[in-house]
């Protein structure tokens, strides 16, 4: 199992998790989730990803991803 940010914006931060049996995927996840403080306020993804010990410059979301995102929304309105 490999998993890796793919990217964040303000609120959501998204990884790609991929399966493998031998050297082959056998199954890719790709999920979204946001962090909240204990009074279950959002946390900026900025501040997780820095208090993490990234030291990297903020990772835009990929065009793919933001299509899922995009079209997620539309299909919950």
């Known amino acids: 199992m490999h998993t ?19 050297d082959k995927v ?3 996840v790709v999920v979204r989730g ?3 403080n204990r009074a279950r306020a959002s946390v ?4 997780v990803f820095a208090r993490l010990g990234w030291d990297e ?3 835009p979301v990929p065009a793919a991803t933001r ?3 995009d079209a997620e929304g539309t ?3």
């Open 67 to 69: 299509a899922w995102v």
């Open 34 to 36: 946001l962090a909240q």
């Open 44 to 47: 900026s993804m900025n501040t």
């Open 75 to 77: 299909a919950t309105r």
């Open 57 to 59: 410059e903020p990772m």
């Open 4 to 22: 890796r940010v793919l990217g964040w914006d303000d609120r959501w931060g998204y990884l790609r998790t991929e399966f493998f049996r031998g």
């Open 26 to 28: 056998i199954a890719t």
